[in-house]
T-cell receptor, first 113, second 113 residues
Framework: GENVEQHPSTLSVQEGDSAVIKCTYSDSASNYFPWYKQELGKRPQLIID?????GEKKDQRIAVTLNKTAKHFSLHITETQPEDSAVYFCAPLRKTSYDKVIFGPGTSLSVIP | SAVISQKPSRDICQRGTSLTIQCQVDSQVTMMFWYRQQPGQSLTLIATANQGSEATYESGFVIDKFPISRPNLTFSTLTVSNMSPEDSSIYLCSVVAVGYEQYFGPGTRLTVT
């Protein structure tokens, strides 16, 4: 089955700095690469995703880059703000096998004002 | 997007009893999932709730312990049976949208004493 890892497990940055979280996966057939944000006490919410036919996608301060050859994709947050503090999960999958979604272990991001 | 509600939002139960969690979606969806999230941990898929057929359970989860119903395309229930303190967790239902992104319910926080 899919093996998903995230690095780092915790990340602390100063407000205004950038943050990068990396997700590595084992299933070479994965073709959908989402990132979810979970604030304390709240439900996970999709913040950005990328399909396997593109290498990068950007939405304001957040971006996702994909390296299918190396089997990893990364979340980039620029100009971090305190409200970016949360746990971030990746969940790569094959769109034809949605019953096998494996969430990464999560990365706890703290943005220090 | 999909709007998902869950009931109850939280409960405190005695060991040996059972609790049924309800999940309601505001639109018809094919794929509905139940997850467990223990404090500080990632999301673990319990089962996929299929309309008109038995649920598909992940390794480590069995129907006798976590019976699931899916009577129609907008509703599902998860029962946690014969509870023990180890079942204390947050239980979330989730649906998949057309674009493969997942939406989560607000969760049910269960404490077993």
């Amino acid at each position: 089955g899919e093996n998903v890892e995230q690095h780092p497990s915790t990340l602390s940055v100063q407000e205004g700095d950038s943050a990068v979280i990396k997700c590595t996966y084992s299933d070479s057939a994965s073709n959908y690469f989402p990132w979810y944000k979970q604030e304390l006490g709240k439900r996970p919410q999709l913040i950005i995703d990328i399909r396997s036919n593109v290498g990068e996608k950007k939405d304001q301060r957040i971006a996702v880059t994909l390296n299918k050859t190396a089997k990893h994709f990364s979340l980039h947050i620029t100009e971090t703000q305190p409200e970016d503090s949360a746990v971030y999960f990746c969940a790569p999958l094959r769109k034809t096998s949605y019953d096998k979604v494996i969430f990464g272990p999560g990365t706890s991001l703290s943005v220090i004002p | 997007s999909a709007v998902i509600s869950q009931k109850p939002s939280r409960d405190i139960c005695q060991r040996g009893t059972s609790l049924t969690i309800q999940c309601q979606v505001d639109s018809q969806v094919t794929m509905m999932f139940w997850y467990r999230q223990q404090p500080g941990q990632s999301l673990t898929l319990i089962a996929t709730a299929n309309q008109g057929s038995e649920a598909t359970y992940e390794s480590g989860f069995v129907i006798d312990k976590f019976p699931i119903s899916r009577p129609n395309l907008t509703f599902s229930t998860l029962t946690v049976s014969n509870m023990s303190p180890e079942d204390s967790s947050i239980y979330l239902c989730s649906v998949v949208a057309v674009g493969y992104e997942q939406y989560f319910g607000p969760g049910t926080r269960l404490t077993v004493t």
